[in-house]
């Protein structure tokens, strides 16, 4: 059994639990100003307000990045809202031409959601999460657990047992700054659905005695991420 030996290990999310959450993310229709969103969600919660956020886009490289893909697109993006998906996942190397404030345009999705005030910075307005479901998951909810199996596919999770679904959204939230105080607010984006065909979440990379913040890159272009991209 894992952690009788009372040490700790480093656990990862296994390929295959990868593979079949980019599957399910790329069966769902969002908007991939949703990614946006979320930077911008995750900035607020650290800073304590809503106002005025700067957006750190760089930050979103440990998510996306994926190596080996088409020349020129480093990221891989596993969401779109239109039913032609074919090569859509792929993004070039200007992240900040899609999420930075100056790239931010009226009457666009992600505008629709947040404020783009001519001062300094991006505010999220009141239950900003309504809106969010409504402009950028067409009035569904997205799995939190196939998001958090691609997202935080490249983090060390330091634990002397197996961790599991539960210990993945919890890391999840903790990632993105969603406390328990924020339960309404989750749990009117996210759902709880299951990932099909993933019964273990984890598998054992190794030993520390630090906690890791990432693995490495734990997928590349040569794992086959989606039959979208073929």
């Keep these: ?107 666009q999705p992600l505008t629709r959601v947040v404020n783009v005030p001519a001062t300094d910075g991006i505010d999220l307005p009141a239950e900003h999460w309504v809106l969010a479901r409504e402009h950028l998951l067409y009035g569904d909810r997205l799995p939190a657990l196939a998001l958090a199996g691609y997202l935080l596919r490249n983090f060390g999770f330091y634990s002397s047992e197996r961790p599991n679904a539960t210990n993945l959204i919890g890391s999840f939230r903790d990632e993105f700054g969603y406390a328990s105080r924020n339960d309404d607010e989750f749990d009117h984006l996210f759902s709880s659905d299951p990932v099909p065909g993933v019964t273990t979440w984890f598998e054992q990379t190794g030993s520390s005695s630090d906690e890791p913040t990432t693995v490495g890159t734990r997928v590349s272009a040569s794992t086959k991420l989606s039959n979208h991209d073929n």
């Design 1 to 107: 059994m894992a952690g009788a030996d009372g040490q700790q290990h480093i656990w990862v999310i296994t390929i295959v639990a990868v593979q079949s959450s980019v599957e399910m993310l790329l069966n769902r229709r969002v908007h991939p100003g949703f990614l946006g969103y979320l930077h911008y969600r995750q900035i607020a919660a650290e800073n304590g307000k809503s106002t005025g956020i700067q957006p750190e886009i760089h930050r979103l490289e440990k998510y996306l990045k994926v190596p080996g893909g088409p020349s020129n697109k480093p990221y891989f993006r596993p969401i779109w809202h239109q039913a032609n998906k074919a090569g859509r996942s792929w993004m070039n190397d200007n992240l900040a031409g899609s999420y930075q404030k100056s790239s931010l345009r009226p009457n």
